[in-house]
Nanobody, 121 residues
């Protein structure tokens, strides 16, 4: 499956933005999906994960209560909804697909190219 994250952009602190992961080839519906981000000069970090059914979701502590992830299997997409954004949320956001909704990047088999989210203060 080939993934593409989209919807990034520039937003002011305190604002909201959603990024969407879509499969350009194959189906996303059978995979668990993770969201990760990488800020300049920093390592890639876990943001959120959702199981293939949508019944299980995990969030990193620093985004809990501000970010939610959901999926629409009819549209073959997964979305990360980000609220109350902070400049520290500035990063390239990646979606990844695999067979477990984990916090560990290496457990995911397929990765999209990422989309840049910039939060201005």
């Amino acid at each position: 499956v080939q993934l593409q994250a989209s919807g990034g952009g520039l937003v002011q602190a305190g604002g909201s933005l959603s990024v969407t992961c879509a499969a350009s080839e194959g189906t996303l519906n059978i995979y668990d999906v993770g969201w990760f981000r990488q800020a300049p000069g920093k390592e890639r970090e876990f943001v959120a994960a959702i199981s293939w059914s949508g019944g299980t979701r995990y969030y990193a502590d620093r985004v809990l209560g501000r970010f939610t992830t959901s999926r629409d299997n009819a549209k073959n997409t997964v979305t990360l909804h980000m609220n109350n954004l902070d400049p520290e949320d500035t990063a390239v956001y990646y979606c990844a697909a695999g067979e477990l909704p984990t916090r560990v990047p290496d457990t995911y088999n397929y990765w999209g190219q990422g989309t840049l989210v910039t939060v201005s203060s």
